[in-house]
């Protein structure tokens, strides 16, 4: 992957606790951090096993190495696809799968559109 490829800016988003007006603790998703990726669409062989189970609006995203999204490294209790997902421009897509290329350089993230 290119970094000059890296021109969208999307952003990360954590499904988190807040305390709401009411004194409650409740799960929201917040924006957890700002950062630039390249978008692809799919093609050839993963575009038709994506609409041969409806999900045509699954997008790939290049983006540098984050130690949070790293499966394997992150110290979360709770899988990375369900802790995080991405909002891109006016739309909020679910993290289906994410793999590192190179030696934690950069990931791919293969996303869907929220229900």
């Known amino acids: ?29 917040v924006d957890y951090k700002p950062i630039w990726s390249s978008r692809d669409d799919l093609q050839g062989r993963e575009y038709y096993a994506a609409a041969a189970v409806q999900s045509e609006s699954t997008v790939k995203f ?31 897509l679910d993290i289906k799968s994410i793999a590192i290329i190179g030696k934690n350089q950069f990931m791919k993230i293969n996303a869907m559109a929220a229900n």
Do not use: C, P
């Open 1 to 29: 992957m290119e970094t000059g490829k890296l021109n969208k800016r999307i952003t990360i988003q954590k499904f988190t606790d807040t305390v709401n007006e009411n004194g409650f603790i409740g799960k929201v998703w």
């Open 62 to 92: 290049g983006i540098r190495y984050m130690k949070e999204l790293d499966q394997d490294a992150s110290i979360e209790k709770t899988a990375v696809t369900k802790l995080y997902r991405i909002k891109y421009i006016n739309s909020i």
